[in-house]
């Protein structure tokens, strides 16, 4: 299920880049991963909240719904593995380039041998660009719905080539894996 649903983000970020043309400068990816143990403190099965402690110390306590079905299974002390990945595609399309489809899609799973589960979700939309500047390095772009945003650009190399009228397609991919192992 975690390939799948990885494999289902990594998918999502490069149809996003396979759409480019050669006219198009190259997109830029940006791709971030974190993982984490919690350890299960408390446990309230009347309201189906769980309270998690991160190695840090630091803890929140999250309310579920009744789409986790064995919510009764988990004990205090129990160990839940957290993968988060993320990726970022930003493609600039050339005026007249066909661009991609905005829209969210999302998909989730529950496991069938093991407690946990996966969510994923992917997310597109398009950009104008109205200005470039290439010594700040900031670009400002223009929404679908019309607002005006400047944004200040890590590595002036993701400028060359860009122009006012150009479209940029973002697409942002995100997956959450989670797995619950009984406490040893």
Known sequence: MFKTLVLAVVISASAAVGLAQSQNPPPVVKQNVKKATLTITAIDQKSRSV?????????????????????????????????????????????????????????????????????????????TVKAVNPTEPSITVVTADGHTMTRTIQDKKNLENVKPGDRIDITYSEALILTADQAK
């Open 51 to 127: 309270t998690l402690r991160a190695a840090s110390g630091d803890e929140d306590t999250f309310t579920v719904g009744p789409e986790v079905v064995r919510f009764n299974q988990l004990k205090v002390g129990d160990k839940i593995n957290v993968t988060y990945q993320e990726a970022v595609v930003f493609e600039v399309r050339k005026p007249g380039a066909p661009g991609a489809t905005p829209g969210t899609a999302a998909s989730g799973e529950r496991y069938k041998s093991t407690i946990g589960g996966a969510v994923g979700a992917s997310h597109t939309t398009s950009v």
